[in-house]
DNA sequence: TTCATAGTTCATTGTATAATGAACTAAGTA
DNA sequence: TACTTAGTTCATTATACAATGAACTATGAA
């Protein structure tokens, strides 16, 4: 097969409406049971069945079962990063209709991908990461400098343990809200965490958003001159 | 229409067989005709018409009019970018197959095209001009900056002069080898000349093509670091 | 002029594949 | 045990939309 094939062959496979809705519903990186999903798209659980094999075949699902339930999720954070950025690709007065609706206020200002902080936020931190030379972005990818690899442990996170993964150590993910890049990767997933972890951001229930404490706030102005 | 109908919206549009194949033709930024492209997905003309309007009408292209034909390329880089990001999810990719190029023969390397210079070199340099910021590209027009006239004046070229002439001053212009753009107008004619009777190129006899000199290449280089 | 080529539009046909119903396995439950 | 729920498989049906032919515009060339 040639490789523009191999490409409609993704294509293809993302292409489909209810297929489409299903993996938007597995972005937040979390697992759903077939019924779930059928639910979700709207279609019969035969039909998702059908759906889900295809997707899993072509390895952007894993299954995992557990008792009589077979929970699906996306095969790893490349996969959600594909789909965000292809919603970048919605045109701009589409995407001006969405984001000016109240309820996806909170999802557009900051919300996780997958396993990082997106959003207006999300990409906001990353800039002044690099404003702070923190990190550097070099092609498709960020470096951190001797002076972030300090201001990272001040986190506790340690750049030398996160280099040693398997996965990809930090990254660029283009945003679909804002149509810029942020954070990514094992060290996209350790910040997450620590904001979590020390409550720094809130995630909210059964969304993408999450919303900044105050302490976090403080946090972020001390330690990036935020806001 | 909620954002995951959208993104299914695009999805689509990027899973249909012949527009996937299309796109990824479009990949090496170069502009191609209706025609060609309906070689390439291997369909009618209709249908490429047909698949040619949506990818146009939701932005993911753009067209120019050029004499009877068409020119159709993406509409900016985010396109490439998540066009390239999606094939990364190819499982158990052999994506090291390299994309071959047709060899460019003189003809195509650099020729004139009327009375300006053409091919890969035409396009070469013109970028270069871009990279230089001697001149700026704006919408289908050249700008030249305070930094170019200096520029052009250590050649003897008289910006001021060129732009009271009548015919247009610096426009783009599509190449048909490089489907991409380079400089025409007074200002390309200029260069063309100047280039040529200072030796840095001579004109094959009976042929628009033109062979580059070693002072040629030697200033090309000094000048917009070229080679 | 007239002809050829590039490209589009529209109505019709064709086809790939999604959706569905029925029948099935497998796990949990009363 | 029988019964319910989760999920799948398979054969059949339905349908969205891609492909096509015919007719059209527009540019360029003889």
Redesign the interface.
């Known amino acids: 097969m040639e490789?523009?094939?191999?490409?409609?062959?993704?294509?293809?496979?993302?292409?489909?409406?209810a297929r489409?809705?299903m993996l938007?519903?597995l972005l937040d990186g979390k697992a759903y049971t077939a019924t779930e999903l059928s639910i979700c798209a709207n279609i019969s659980r035969q039909s998702t069945s059908n759906h889900l094999a295809k997707l899993l075949e072509?390895?952007?699902l894993i299954v995992e079962k557990q008792g009589r339930h077979r929970y699906y999720r996306l095969a790893n954070a490349?996969?959600a990063?594909?789909?965000e950025?292809?919603?970048?690709?919605?045109?701009?007065a589409?995407i001006k209709s969405?984001i000016t609706k109240p309820k996806?206020q909170s999802i557009t200002y900051a919300r996780t991908c997958y396993d990082h902080l997106a959003g207006e936020l999300g990409v906001k931190i990353t800039d002044a990461l690099v404003k702070q030379k923190i990190i550097e972005p070099i092609y498709n990818k960020y470096i951190v400098s001797a002076l972030g690899v300090k201001w990272f442990s001040n986190l506790d996170i340690n750049i030398d343990e996160l280099k040693l993964k398997k996965r990809s150590f930090a990254h660029k993910c283009?945003d679909w809200t804002e149509?810029r890049h942020h954070l990514a990767g094992s060290l996209g997933t350790a910040l997450l965490e620590y904001m979590i972890c020390n409550d720094w951001i809130r995630k909210k229930k059964n969304s993408r958003a999450v919303l900044v404490t105050s302490l976090g706030t403080k946090e972020l102005n001390d330690r990036l001159k935020l806001f």
């Open positions: 490789i523009e094939n191999k490409f409609g062959y993704i294509a293809t496979l993302l292409g489909d409406k489409a809705i938007w519903s072509a390895q952007l490349r996969v990063q594909v789909i950025s292809m919603a970048s690709l919605i045109p701009d589409q969405i996806s283009l149509r």
